[in-house]
């Protein structure tokens, strides 16, 4: 690897003398530095933010490990691969568990992480940290509850809190339940921490493996039929247009009749 601003001697423009050696011992190579400020260059323009507008997390929660999945370590020991053999992918050089052909086949579509770790042994207390991106205190703790210091906010809260609305569709919705710990309590990180319940995401309690799946909250009751909601959904717009009419007349006043021209 090249550093360019690395320790040692410095001259005056804050590159040492070795490396001006090491660059120019690349060119004998067919590396030079043109070609290494242009990989660069090139990389920067790669790392322009996407375009997605979703994104769907599945927590699998008491999932399977990594070496029977992403990172199968084939030429560890007996007691640290695991008995899922692995398999070739699109991607040379990577392969997954069995158990994963398809996934395997779309390889090259997929950016693979290998090396997060939590240093957190404990189901609850490292799934608030993946739920966060911010560690539990203490850590190694079963059966974490929600509350301070440990009331940083869902990752869907966030986003909540920092995106314009889309319509009437919430910033983040959740299913098909709460996470639970094994005394019945919830996990800490779900919801909005410290940023309120008011940018909670929407949880929507459902059973999808059903073969009757349907989410509650989205069935009428008996005493409404879709000619009384179309009514409600009419009084609402009409009160949401009335709201917005007298919000932007009280704006308005704060102008000159010519400005509000």
């Not at 959904?233 to 007298?246: C, F, N, Q, T, V």
Request: charged residues 20%; neutral net charge.
């Amino acid at each position: 690897m090249l550093s360019i601003t690395s320790s040692g001697q410095k001259l005056c423009d804050g590159i040492s003398r070795r490396e001006i050696l090491r660059i120019g011992g690349l060119g004998v190579c067919g590396l030079g530095l043109s070609h290494l400020l242009g990989n660069i260059s090139q990389a920067s323009s790669l790392s322009e933010p996407g375009k997605a507008k979703s994104c769907i997390v599945l927590f699998l929660m008491g999932g399977p490990p990594q070496h029977s999945t992403w990172d199968p370590k084939p030429l560890a020991p007996d007691n640290v691969r695991g008995d899922i053999a692995p398999i070739s992918t699109s991607l040379p050089g990577i392969q997954f568990g069995e158990l994963m052909p398809q996934l395997a086949q779309r390889a090259d579509k997929l950016a693979v992480l290998r090396a997060v770790s939590t240093n957190d042994n404990a189901h609850s207390s490292s799934g608030y940290y993946m739920l966060t991106g911010k560690p539990h205190t203490p850590q190694n703790v079963e059966n974490a509850n929600p509350g301070a210091p440990n009331d940083w906010p869902n990752w869907g809260s966030v986003l909540q809190r920092l995106t314009e609305p889309r319509g009437q569709l919430p910033g983040s919705v959740r299913l098909p339940n709460h996470i639970f710990n094994t005394d019945g309590s919830v996990w800490p990180g779900q919801d909005g921490g410290m940023l309120g319940h008011g940018v909670d995401p929407w949880l929507f309690r459902c059973q999808p493996a059903s073969p009757d799946y349907k989410i509650q909250e989205f069935q009428l009751t008996d005493d409404v039929t879709l000619d009384r909601l179309a009514s409600r959904r009419s009084l609402a717009r009409m009160l949401d247009e009335r709201i917005e009419a007298g919000s932007n007349a009280t704006r308005l006043g704060s102008f000159s009749a010519q400005q509000q021209r």
